[in-house]
């Protein structure tokens, strides 16, 4: 069982930047794919980023690449979300999920075993 708590949202304004963070419960967190997955109003959810269990090898969705960076520590059982030149479109809750299947078959939210209960995100323009 992992208990994950995101933090880190808020409001900013289009160009900036925010960093979100992902705390999870457990001694095992080394053994799970981390992902993070968004919901807009209206919307259904869907993928953004995932990472290996050690954090060697990452994914992202085309609409993040090059904006947004996951990573892990794995001594603080804690996974990130840093997201730099956000757009209005980024508008969303942000979740955070673990996964304790492959990575490689890691696909869409059906894939993942746990989730956080989210962290608002709005870019205002």
């Known amino acids: 069982q992992v208990q994950l708590v995101e933090s880190g949202g808020g409001l900013v304004q289009t160009g900036g930047s925010l960093r979100l963070s992902c705390a999870a419960s457990?001694?095992?967190?080394?053994?799970?794919?981390m992902g993070w997955f968004r919901q807009a109003p209206g919307k259904e959810r869907e993928f953004v980023a995932r990472?290996?269990?050690?954090?060697?090898?990452?994914y992202y969705a085309d609409s993040v690449k090059g904006r947004f960076t996951i990573s892990r520590d794995n001594a603080r059982n804690t996974v990130y979300l840093q997201m730099n030149g956000l757009k209005p479109e980024d508008t969303a809750v942000y979740y955070c999920?673990?996964?304790?299947?492959?990575?490689?078959?890691?696909?869409?939210?059906?894939?993942?075993?746990?989730w956080g209960q989210g962290t608002q995100v709005t870019v205002s323009s």
């Open positions: 999920a673990a996964r304790s299947g492959s990575y490689s078959s890691a696909g869409g939210e059906y894939d993942y075993d746990y």
């Open positions: 457990g001694r095992t967190f080394n053994s799970y794919v």
């Open positions: 990472i290996s269990y050690s954090g060697a090898r990452t």
